[in-house]
């Protein structure tokens, strides 16, 4: 599947694979004793990551307002999409 990627040009760049990295390093360090009672799997995100990523930062244009109110703890984001592919919650991760 990462061969087809590749041949479309839709691949994480060295600094994306970083700020990954660094991301799911917290993530794993945060809820390194969470079991999530719905499936929830970290290295299933960071896999689907390495393909929405990509997407997020060459086909679609996703703006943020306000983030400085953000502050560092868990959320519920909720998305409301016009488009015709409801992608928008994985962009929005």
Avoid: C
Wanted: zero cysteines; a positive charge; aromatic letters at 12%.
């Amino acid at each position: 599947m990462f061969e087809q990627l590749n041949k479309l040009n839709i691949t994480l760049s060295d600094a994306d694979r970083k700020r990954k990295d660094q991301v799911f390093k917290k993530l794993q360090e945060r809820y390194k004793d969470y079991k999530d009672p719905w499936g929830f799997n970290l290295d299933t995100v960071k896999s689907a990551f390495e393909i929405v990523l990509p997407l997020y930062r060459n086909y679609f244009k996703v703006r943020v307002f306000g983030i400085e109110n953000v502050e560092d703890k868990p959320y519920m984001v909720v998305s409301n999409h016009t488009g015709q592919l409801p992608i928008d919650g994985a962009l929005i991760t």
